[in-house]
Nanobody, 124 residues
Framework: EVQLVESGGGLVQAGGSLRLSCAASGFTVDDYAIGWFRQAPGKEHEMVSCISESDGSTYYTDSVKGRFTISSDNAKNTVYLQISSLKPEDTAVYYC?????????????????WGEGTQVTVSS
């Protein structure tokens, strides 16, 4: 059974950092594309970042470039999202998701498996 479990969220002051983890089971992360998404209250679901180990590609949405870093630890079967220089507008529930890679880039994939999310709250 494919499972994704996020952790690492919390309450942090603006300018602070967190490391979000996405622990996978039932599949190997280096065979899949893993995406991080977020949803803030009253806003649409958006992709923040993704990684596809099959071709080593990564993607970041413009609002997080230079502040967020996605990485993968295949030995732990876990994908991380280091989030730094946090702003109040980064407040959201952060989800990780997985899908088999296709012949396109990871932000264009349809993600099949989802975790339940971890809350990130940034105070001003």
């Amino acid at each position: 059974e494919v499972q994704l479990v996020e952790s690492g969220g919390g309450l942090v002051q603006a300018g602070g950092s967190l490391r979000l983890s996405c622990a996978a089971s039932g599949f190997t992360v280096d065979d899949y594309a893993i995406g991080w998404f977020r949803q803030a209250p009253g806003k649409e679901h958006e992709m923040v970042s993704c990684i596809s180990e099959s071709d080593g590609s990564t993607y970041y949405t413009d609002s997080v470039k230079g502040r967020f870093t996605i990485s993968s630890d295949n030995a732990k079967n876990t994908v991380y999202l280091q989030i730094s220089s946090l702003k109040p507008e980064d407040t959201a529930v952060y989800y990780c998701a997985a899908t088999l890679p296709d012949y396109t880039i990871c932000p264009d994939y349809v993600y099949d498996y989802w975790g339940e999310g971890t809350q990130v709250t940034v105070s001003s």
